[in-house]
Structures are given as structure tokens and as C-alpha cells.
């Protein structure tokens, strides 16, 4: 790629980070050509779908969210290892509105130009929970598709309630532990 390309793509990708974290990633595609000083014919040429964009720009928090998981996968109590790492997901996609949506359609279409940053998310989710299930510590039923499937609700309930930022967390939470109460607050313990 020549040095001016280079540079314009550089341009619109760090653009492109800051405008769908103040306006989405349904963000006018013009705006960001003119905030990142080219055409929107070049826009097009380095980029030709929005969702090849947004590759572009979620693969420095896709290798973080990658080597992350490597890192935890030497934790000593593997499931905490998981749910560490799924948190993780759903802050990253809390930062910007529309990313879980597109992840979440990604996740059945392995011809997006999404799939380079959802495969290896699954793949290394897959990973982690294969260790939290040797350990005896999660359901042999539950498959990472289950648990992508759920952060990506998550995000996208917490992205509708912007107001209550521990929200994720709770959702999280309350979804990895089920509804079991303790046996002191179950109904007839009084």
C-alpha cells in the first residue's frame, strides 16, 4: 500500500474508533469521511462495507480480548477464568452502541466481514470453557455458542440502559449463577 493510502486508512480507522464511540456504529459513513479528510469514494476503497470497517477498527480490542484469554487460561479456578473473560466481551462491546447487534449477526454468517473478529472470539472462548468443563466446574451441555449468545444480550440490554452502568455485570452475574436463591431467603423459610 502506498504511504498516502496507508495514511487515509489510518485516518479513517482512528476516526471511525471515535465517532462510533460518540454516535454508534450505525454512524454516517459521509461524516466520517469528511472528519477523517477523504472522499467518500476512498472511504469506500479501503472499506467496502460498514462491517469491514468495523473490523478494522475493533482489531487492537480483538487481540486484547485474545491474549487476554491466554492469559487466563493458565487461572488457577477456570471457571471465575471464563466469566472473567465474558465480562470482558461485554464491556467491550458496551463501548460501542451497535457492536453487539453486528456481532451478534456475525455469529451466523461466517462470510461477514465481521467473522475475522467473531471467530476468534469464539474460538478462544471455546478454549476457556473447555478448561472450566474438564474441571467439572460447568455444564458439559453449555457450548460457547450459548455463552456468545448471552454476553451479546448483555451488552445489547445494557446498551438500551445507559443510565445503570453496573448492569452488565449484574446481568452476568445473575445469568452465570441461574436464579437458585440462598436457602434462607427461599419462600416458607421464615
Known amino acids: 500500500m502506498r504511504a498516502d493510502a496507508r495514511r487515509n486508512r489510518d485516518r479513517l480507522v482512528g476516526e471511525a474508533r471515535i465517532l462510533f464511540a460518540e454516535q454508534g456504529t450505525d454512524a454516517s459513513l459521509e461524516d466520517l469521511a469528511r472528519r477523517?479528510?477523504?472522499g467518500i469514494g476512498t472511504l469506500y476503497r479501503h472499506f467496502p462495507t460498514r462491517?469491514?470497517?468495523?473490523?478494522?477498527?475493533?482489531?487492537?480490542?480483538l487481540a486484547d480480548l485474545i491474549a487476554h484469554s491466554y492469559a487466563l487460561a493458565r487461572?488457577?479456578?477456570?471457571?471465575r477464568a471464563l466469566v472473567e473473560w465474558l465480562?470482558?466481551?461485554v464491556r467491550h462491546a458496551g463501548e460501542y452502541r451497535?457492536?453487539?447487534?453486528?456481532?451478534?449477526?456475525?455469529?451466523?454468517?461466517?462470510?461477514?466481514?465481521l467473522a475475522p473478529c467473531h471467530v476468534p472470539l469464539r474460538e478462544a472462548g471455546a478454549r476457556l470453557l473447555a478448561?472450566?468443563?474438564?474441571?467439572g466446574s460447568v455444564r458439559t451441555d453449555v457450548s460457547i455458542g450459548d455463552l456468545m449468545q448471552l454476553?451479546?444480550?448483555i451488552a445489547l440490554a445494557?446498551?438500551?440502559?445507559?443510565?445503570?452502568?453496573e448492569l452488565p455485570d449484574r446481568l452476568l452475574l445473575l445469568t452465570l449463577q441461574g436464579l437458585k436463591g440462598r436457602a434462607d431467603t427461599a419462600p416458607g423459610s421464615a
Open 75 to 79: 487461572a488457577e479456578q477456570p471457571c
Open 51 to 61: 462491517h469491514a470497517l468495523m473490523n478494522a477498527v475493533f482489531q487492537d480490542a
Open 158 to 165: 445494557a446498551e438500551q440502559n445507559p443510565e445503570d452502568p
Open 98 to 113: 451497535g457492536l453487539a447487534q453486528a456481532l451478534l449477526s456475525a455469529s451466523r454468517d461466517d462470510t461477514s466481514a
Open 36 to 38: 477523517a479528510e477523504v
Open 151 to 153: 454476553t451479546n444480550a
Open 131 to 135: 478448561r472450566a468443563q474438564r474441571s
Open 87 to 89: 465480562g470482558a466481551i
